[in-house]
């Protein structure tokens, strides 16, 4: 039975956490459980059968107390209500499945949820949510399956002056299998977010485990890494006097250091051929940036919930790329859009953007994640639905 | 130039976040100078030449508010002063280098700062800043250093009924050189810490890399992981009614399933000789009584600002595993303790264990961490004196 020793200057504050923790262990209606992505032992949140959500929050000096969080979860802020003890209470309507960040308005600050672990969006550390999708696991761990990994590197970028820290998913046998080379694909975030969100928010490794254990995907190495990236302020201060635009640089960094640093750190099929991009929301619109105007580097181009801007001519387009049809569908392997349905304005202007392609003779798919609004759901079918179609000949 | 797009529904938010977090570059006193730790741009906290520290939170419509932390930061609570504009701001004294945790305490309510990433401590997702010690870099990513990784590794513990997520730093040269294997320290966090400290808190990757680099280090494997493992709920209620010891597991985990785990998954050379463990706190805690008791798969011993429990006599202790002193000083390569001078209880606690164990003839070795206090400097200095020891004939 192993000692447990709790440090001199904390012991008694944290058994009395330890026991507040469990000690709230309450009765609970026996239609709900404790949220999967909750702090080890925390009751609530708590989701509901129906998938309404109950959160908590103890702030007996607070006057008004809100929810506030991502549209799957809820459409706008609900106001929660006071019990005499101060614990603030509400129930969500069904919300969709899936990951959505939230967080509490108390009195105007906004504050995260101790019960929560804190994951990287909206700029910030943010609580966050799982509502599970019934009959849906492509995205969990499981213990059938061989199991890659998510390896962080951390490299200096020269151009901005700055420590910069990649994700790695090396695939199943990538130790083992000494002198295979793979492809690669670049994922990337959204805007507020960073180069975690597609390991804990979007866990692509599991994605990217369950495909390889059960189809047709190619085993690949895929590099997820932040989109932010300013050129060094005193440079950007000599050009302009508008504040350091955060993923000015991010093109530069991707092809001149990131991608010569993962070519010669792991064993990738260095080639355009056996290089892809994604990204979702900014990420896409970084994607179809630096993809279309760089077909020398690229040949799989993946867009999630990102099209391109307003105002799209598919004849000038990315300095009229897509102007040569027949050499665009010679070089271009894959042109793939991904968009829920419920991300109204984003899915219209995805699908426009794809009809005005195909109607050009312009190779191009989409995939329509049904229900789901612009949130991690989206996104974790999406490259569900993209990977298994990368770099087949 | 890259097109930067912003989500149907966050755009405006965003592009304000963006413009807001930059605007904030005041004019401040130019000896501070924004602590490395704050997100991206981020011009508070701000770390004076002093080491003291000047924090910020907007809070217009709260009455009390108080800034609260680790005891290299603060000795006790902080009331912060309110402006007119309802920016609320304190200044410290000056503070220990080194990683702080810290919060503010708003009428009442822990509240994490948005300008902070957050680290997982007290039990809970909280704020930090890291103080910068003149003249040390042996915790720094430096350029001139070849760099090992640290992966990301989930298991499935049969024991516990629950996945664990194990981080593992390999290093420099790992991947190539393909048939080389190493020996491994296994490196436990303190108590309400998790399996991301010694990565986030703690910078081991970049001690081993410095190490490494300019000295007679073994290369080695660390493997880091969660101290917490309970048994599951239904399992510990049926033998009491007690809530589950949350590390009552452990022992077990680390024994039956993390170390066969490791040894099959990685390159180790999986022998007792060839296996070292440590940890700080409730970590040296479970590292003692772990070792201690199972000296047939450890030879090295690294207990951290955690002695053994009161009442240590070298002849009891530990089932009597001191009590014949030569086959101990045979079989255990090293036993090695170090504490911060600052924490004074568990400092003086640990020199009176270490003296006696020393009068007895054990060989042991202590390390005193000159002014710091049960914190993460400590700790990285700990590591930094303990590494080099290690696995050498």
Known sequence: MPIVFFGARTPLKFLVLMVAIVAIHSVCASDSAPATSNINSAEYPRVGS??????????????????????????????????????WSVTTPPSVPGFHYYWFTVDGLRVNDSASYSWFGWGRETSGIEIPEAGVDFYDAKKDVPHGEIRIRSYFSEITGKWRRAHIYTPPGYDHASTTRYPVLYLLHGAGENERGWVEQGRAQNIFDNLLASGPTKPMIAVIDSGYAAYPVAFSASKSSTPANPTAAFEKVMLQELIPFIDTTYRTLASRENRAMAGLSMGSGQTLNITLHHLDQFAWIGAMSGPPRQGFEVSTAYDGVFRDISAFNNRVKLLWFGSGTAEERIYASTRAVYESLQQSGIHCQLYSSPGTDHEWQTWRRSLHELAPKLFHP
Do not use: H, Q, W, Y
Not at 64 to 85: C, F
């Open 50 to 87: 129906d998938l309404s959500v109950t959160f908590r929050l103890k702030a007996p000096n607070a006057k008004e107390v809100k929810l506030e969080g991502g549209t799957g979860l809820i459409k706008a802020p609900l106001a929660m209500t006071n019990s005499p003890d101060g614990m």
